[in-house]
């Protein structure tokens, strides 16, 4: 026994010490991926007997308006989702400046963020609300017809990801405001004497710089995007008549409302989640291993 | 030796109190009556429980309506309290399959429960077993602004053809004839069960919410077209998928509509918001088919008695204790609501009087509501169907499809 152990001590060190944290990943991530992948093929109330039914959840799933509507509005939240990205940039550009109080306004301008998600879709419902919201106010006094934003299925997405935005671009501009503190002085000097100024300045010589940053704004955004869940479940519940659900809240429904409890379908849409999610996770895994690998 | 004994024994006597105390004493008790007049109608029952039977300590854990939708699957496999509200009907069903209810018939054959609360047994038995005891129950109909319909020379409309000519009339006034607030849904429910329960009856709407009818069926399509009807000619308030049913109340306080498909319950807002008995009526929702008997819409409450409880015996006590004629007299008064023993009294509540008299004489049938009368799912889907008809009618045939195919899957 001691000799295996001195033998292989070297190799063997590194897993006692991972162990606490492999355990850990293994009971609960792990593991519950595949009870998930296995309950996704049972007809299953979460109180009864669960019944074995093969693949006809996602048979089911193939067939069902309501996953597709979802599967729609997961893709429209990343795609302007990162309407965060540069809207942050361009907050972190204005206020990087010394001016006397800029801190202040900075706080201002991080304070979405600061407050509950839960908050922010309280207030963007009022502001939408159609008989005393300042949106339809607002339209109202320049001639237009008033918009019911969150009742009509058409806009009611894009007005959540709206409110949605306001955080996040705030999220991503502390996240440029601090990558600008970071550019070197000295590179700006040299462009400057190279004649850089306005765009090409930003885009060749700032940019660049500002990769880390960009790229952190990137996966939070991308991440934000995936759990929008608390806008969604404040601002509409999922309505009008479903159109604003996405994939998380679907499968939410189906599994934990007060309507639901279809543990079989909800796990099969989670499993539909992930398999979508995991495309992005294993590029963020690969991009990860080259760096580390080219450094 | 004997001193040993005596400690032994005195041991003993001291577990054994200490146990009573612990399981024969304690009476654990959750409910989601988190709302100002339930939570005070529940801290009076408790009290006065306690009172009568001082060997008895209760606790009384409250939760809030949305969260105990979901404990309730948790507590009552894992941590069961001794006893639960919940609903009459198809809503109990689950747990009911599940076992996770203890049957209760012994509770109503020794107190006499099956003359006293005789209305409710049908909702309350499932496979020939009763599972709960009812203590309150409360109509729905129509509230209205009387002196709206006073100013505009409008009577209480007792036929369909009185009450779109009523809607004309406020329309020409510039009033919208009805506010509903459909963003949870299920105000829409109330609407269709009542369109139903007038278009086809009370057998012809239990058979569909049991899934034995077709949601394509001709019959369904008549109920919808009534609906149409009121639609088309623009009785809703615009919007009102963006409202919750509290945010609807405030055109009515506000005067701007006129009318409210609702239950019982809300009355009191409507009164803290300003209206005054003169200015709020209610009416029994009108005749369609005059061939149809008049059925009722009308959801009772419920305390069950877990099968994990742990003092099955004082809860038993305490279902008793809930069910008699006095208690619920007390209890409805402070819920604001009607109770279901024959022997309680009403309180002189006028819109309590109107639902009291309404229901006692109905002969159609009581109808508990569409999310407790159909399965969780059909009632998902199909008050979806009816929020997204309320504002695309024209949808109808798309709707109805859909409803047909998830009556297809559910009812399997």
């Known amino acids: 026994m001691s000799t295996y152990w001195k033998k292989n001590q070297q190799k063997l060190a590194p897993w006692l010490f991972l162990a606490p944290g492999i355990f850990m990943f293994a009971v609960y991530v792990i593991i519950p991926i595949f009870q998930s992948v296995n309950i996704s093929f049972y007809a299953w109330d979460g109180l009864g007997e669960a019944k074995y039914v093969g693949m006809r959840n996602y048979v089911e799933m193939i067939d069902d308006e309501a996953f597709f509507t979802s599967l729609k509005n997961n893709v429209i939240w990343l795609l302007l989702y990162m309407l965060a990205i540069p809207a942050g940039l361009f907050v972190a550009l204005f206020l990087n400046q010394t001016v006397r109080g800029i801190r202040i306004y900075k706080s201002l301008f991080f304070f979405p963020f600061v407050i509950s998600q839960v908050v922010v879709g309280l207030v963007f419902t009022w502001f939408y609300d159609p008989s005393f919201g300042i949106l339809n106010i607002l339209l109202m006094s320049i001639g237009f017809e008033p918009i019911a934003v969150l009742a009509d299925e058409d806009f009611a997405t894009y007005g959540i990801i709206a409110a949605g935005l306001w955080p996040q671009t705030a999220y991503c501009m502390i996240l440029y405001l601090t990558g600008l503190n970071a550019v070197d002085p000295e590179q700006i000097e040299a462009a400057r004497l190279d004649n850089a100024k306005g765009f090409k300045m930003l885009w060749y010589v700032i940019l660049p710089q500002l990769k880390p940053a960009t790229f952190i704004a990137l996966v939070v955004t991308i991440i934000g995007a995936l759990r929008s869940f608390d806008l969604i479940s404040i601002m509409t519940a999922g309505g009008p008549w479903g159109s604003t659900r996405v994939l998380a809240f679907y499968m939410y429904e189906q599994a934990f409302s007060e309507y639901g409890f279809r543990m079989g379908y909800g796990a099969a849409i989670a499993v539909v989640l992930f398999a979508i999610m995991m495309v992005y996770i294993a590029g963020f895994l690969y991009k990860m291993y080259r760096d580390e690998k080219g450094s | ?412």
Not at chain 2, 40 to 49: M, Q, T, V
Not at chain 2, 390 to 398: A, E, I, S
């Open chain 2, 1 to 412: 030796m004997f001193h040993r004994t005596k400690t032994l024994v005195a041991a003993l006597a001291a577990s054994t109190m200490l146990s009573s105390a612990l399981f024969a004493g304690e009476l654990v008790i959750n409910t989601d009556t988190s709302d100002p007049a339930p939570k005070a109608a529940f801290e009076a029952l408790i009290a006065g429980f306690e009172a009568e039977n001082p060997d008895v300590s209760v606790t009384w854990n409250l939760f809030d309506h949305e969260g105990y939708k979901t404990s309730i699957r948790n507590f009552l496999t894992a941590d069961a309290p001794d006893v639960a509200n919940w609903y009459a009907g198809n809503r109990m069903l689950p747990y009911v399959n599940a076992g996770l209810f203890e049957p209760v018939d012994d509770v109503w054959d020794d107190n006499g429960l099956r003359d006293s609360l005789a209305s409710a047994e049908g909702s309350m038995t499932i496979d020939g077993q009763i599972w709960g005891v009812p203590y309150t129950y409360y109509q729905w109909g129509v509230y209205y602004r009387k002196d709206i319909f006073e100013a505009n020379g409008i009577a209480v409309p007792a036929n369909w053809d009185d009450f779109l000519a009523a809607g004309e009339t406020l329309k020409a006034a510039g009033v919208t004839p009805i506010t509903i607030g459909t963003k949870f849904l299920w105000t829409a429910g109330g609407v269709f069960d009542y369109l139903n329960l007038r278009t086809n009856g009370y057998e012809f709407h239990m058979a569909l919410t049991k899934g034995e009818i077709a949601w394509t069926d001709d019959r369904v399509r008549a109920t919808m077209e009534n609906w149409k009807t009121l639609i088309d000619a623009g009785f809703w308030i615009e919007n009102h998928a963006a409202y919750s049913w509290q945010e609807a109340l405030a055109p009515m306080v506000q005067g701007d509509a006129a009318m409210y498909v609702m239950g019982n319950f809300a009355v009191a807002p409507l009164r803290e918001a300003g209206l005054t008995d003169d200015q709020l009526g209610f009416f029994q929702f009108p005749v369609i088919n005059p061939d149809v008997p008049l059925a009722e819409e009308a959801p009772t409450d419920t305390l069950h008695i877990p099968s994990n409880a742990k003092n099955k015996e004082d809860a038993r006590r305490f279902l008793a204790y809930v069910a008699r004629a006095d208690v619920q007299t007390q209890i409805n008064e402070t819920l604001g609501q009607l109770p279901i023993n024959s022997g309680s009294s009403v309180g002189d509540d006028k819109f309590l009087q109107a639902g009291y008299e309404m229901l006692s004489t109905t002969d159609g049938g009581i109808a508990q509501f569409f999310d407790r009368d159909a399965p969780a799912e059909m009632a998902k889907a199909g008050m979806e169907g009816f929020q997204e008809f309320m504002v695309n009618p024209d949808r109808l045939d798309t709707i109805l499809e859909r409803l047909e195919k998830a009556r297809g899957r559910i009812y399997q």
